[in-house]
């Protein structure tokens, strides 16, 4: 079993920024894949970035040029630093993390862009 332990989401004025942390632990075979999803209230849980294994990135269009992705490979931990929030960035935040045969999922981190 695979356990994601995120931290760092809270309440922040709109153009600020955060940063989540998601450590993997657990017995983790193989990695194929670390990201960030979020869901709004009444919305469907969407993609925001995902790192694969090789390095790659995808983010989603909402957040090109805001957020940030990245691993540190030895930790087993993704990080998303996320600058210039808006409003609409509101939302609770999961971590996953995938491998070769199934998706790990965190418990969630609120993060809430008002001022």
């Known amino acids: 079993q695979v356990q994601l332990a995120e931290s760092g989401g809270g309440l922040v004025q709109p153009g600020g920024s955060l940063t989540l942390s998601c450590a993997a632990s657990?017995?983790?075979?193989?990695?194929?894949?670390m990201g960030w999803y979020r869901q709004a209230p009444g919305q469907q849980r969407e993609l925001v970035a995902e790192?694969?294994?090789?390095?790659?990135?995808d983010y989603a269009d909402s957040v090109k040029g805001r957020f940030t992705i990245s691993r540190d490979y030895a930790k087993n931990t993704v990080y998303l630093q996320m600058n210039s929030l808006k409003p609409e960035d509101t939302a609770v935040y999961y971590c996953?993390?995938?491998?070769?045969?199934?998706?790990?999922w965190g418990q969630g981190t609120q993060v809430t862009v008002s001022s």
């Open positions: 996953n993390l995938e491998d070769p045969s199934t998706d790990y």
């Open positions: 657990g017995r983790i075979v193989s990695i194929y894949a």
């Open positions: 790192i694969i294994r090789d390095g790659s990135t």
